[in-house]
């Protein structure tokens, strides 16, 4: 995609509006085309701007858009993101939700099925893959993802395990106002979104990478002229069988890292052994992209 950016004045900030217009088409087909339809309660702060929306209809005979309440319980929560992630990181947050409100109330409700498991599980899919999108190219869907984020930096837990936590609040609110049938349901709908989004988004899982090369120089050459990682060198390992000289190399990436990885070695060794443990917990430094 970037080469379709390449010729503008500036291609990062082109292709990042690109990735907002893509999350925000994909929320506003999960909101419109399953979850009003099926009555379900999204994940986060367009569940609360749902509940919101509801209420203000049963009780003050008030329509509140989602789109207008999504807008305005954002605003606050900008500050966080602001003071708390990244000045960048926010802006471009806030032109996703504004894109996310424009697209909600442009584009029609459209019932495909009323059959709330099924508007659930796809509802969910839409979503989760659009936040794991979204947050997999730098950006945000804006709401408790900020406060998800900030306490991701913190605790190395995933953004969905995180969000899955949050949002139980928000299915004990919608069962007690509007019944219990429905929280069940959006539960169903937020677990699946939290799942998709932790497949998405690749960059917050940890593998531990354990090389063994006959040419360690060349792979630490090529792996670091590639990614920004450290490698811990054990040398004089012997191999049980001929018992030849090996160097043992020892290193953490990221599962979205894994393809330049992968290719790295190719170049620089393709005859050594490598062995991948995947989603380990690191206590310690591990260097991360700002957002």
């Known amino acids: 995609m970037s080469r379709l950016f390449k010729f503008l004045p500036h291609p990062d900030y082109a292709m990042k509006f690109s990735f907002s217009v893509v999350y ?6 999960a909101v419109n085309f399953f979850y009003e339809p099926g009555k379900i309660y999204s994940s986060g702060i367009t569940g609360i701007a749902q509940i919101i929306s509801t209420l203000s209809e049963a009780w003050f005979d008030v329509y509140l858009p989602v789109s ?3 807008l305005l319980l954002n605003v606050p929560l900008f500050l966080v993101g602001w003071f708390k992630i990244g000045h960048k990181f926010t802006i471009f947050t806030g032109i996703t939700v504004l894109l996310t409100s424009l697209f909600m109330q442009m584009m029609p409700t459209e019932v495909l ?3 709330p498991i099924i508007c659930a599980i796809f509802g969910g899919a839409v979503m989760g893959a659009g936040i794991g999108y979204a947050l997999k190219n730098g950006l945000s869907s804006g ?3 900020f406060v998800s984020i900030a306490i991701r930096k913190k605790t190395g837990k995933t953004i969905g395990s995180i969000s899955i936590i949050f949002n139980f609040f928000i299915l004990l609110a919608a069962g007690m106002l509007f019944g219990w049938q429905y929280a069940l349901y959006s539960a169903l709908a937020i677990f699946v979104s939290g799942k998709v989004t ?3 988004f690749t960059k917050q899982k940890k593998m531990q990478v354990t090389i063994i090369t006959q040419h360690p120089d060349q792979v630490i050459h090529a792996i670091q002229n590639s990614l920004r990682r450290g490698i811990t060198i054990i040398h004089e390992a012997e191999g049980a069988f001929r018992h030849d000289k090996q160097t043992v190399l020892l290193t953490v990436v990221t599962r979205f890292e894994l ?3 992968r290719q790295a070695m190719r170049e620089a060794d393709e005859k050594a052994f490598v062995s991948i443990a995947d989603n380990v917990q690191i206590l310690g430094r591990f260097y991360e992209e700002e957002l």
């Open 198 to 200: 932790d497949a998405v």
């Open 143 to 145: 709401g408790l993802d």
């Open 113 to 115: 099925t009323t059959d």
């Open 68 to 70: 207008l309440a999504l």
């Open 24 to 29: 925000a088409i994909l929320a506003s087909v």
């Open 259 to 261: 393809p330049i990885l």
